[in-house]
């Protein structure tokens, strides 16, 4: 069975750092583009960051630009989300995405596979 799962959210205080992991089950992670997505309560779901499988980088989210690393493992199979300097509107849920168009791609229906996300709450 194809799967992702996150974790490594919680709650931190504005201006902290925490590291989301994205790990992979019956499939390889770099054959796929991986985003990162986040909704917070009452939005809809936005981009944040993209990796295709070349290992490049897309920014999706201007917000977080300068903040936020993603990063891939392939030897673990696993894509991380770096957040830096949190702030409260960072507070959401956060998805990681699988797409086998192999190209990373801002539109969420794009990427068949979903893990069931994390929280991250950033308190002031």
């Known amino acids: 069975q194809l799967q992702v799962v996150e974790s490594g959210g919680g709650l931190v205080q504005l201006g902290e750092s925490l590291t989301l992991s994205c790990a992979a089950s019956?499939?390889?992670?770099?054959?796929?583009?991986i985003g990162w997505f986040r909704q917070a309560p009452g939005k809809e779901r936005e981009g944040v960051l993209c990796i295709n499988t070349f290992g490049a980088s897309q920014n999706s989210a201007d917000s977080v630009k300068g903040r936020f690393i993603i990063s891939r493992d392939n030897a673990k199979n696993e894509v991380y989300l770096q957040l830096n300097s949190l702030k409260p509107e960072d507070t959401g849920v956060y998805y990681c995405a699988a797409s086998s168009l192999r190209v990373c791609l801002k539109d969420p229906s794009r990427y068949e596979l979903w893990g069931q996300g994390t929280q991250v709450t950033v308190s002031s």
């Open positions: 019956g499939f390889t992670l770099y054959s796929y583009a």
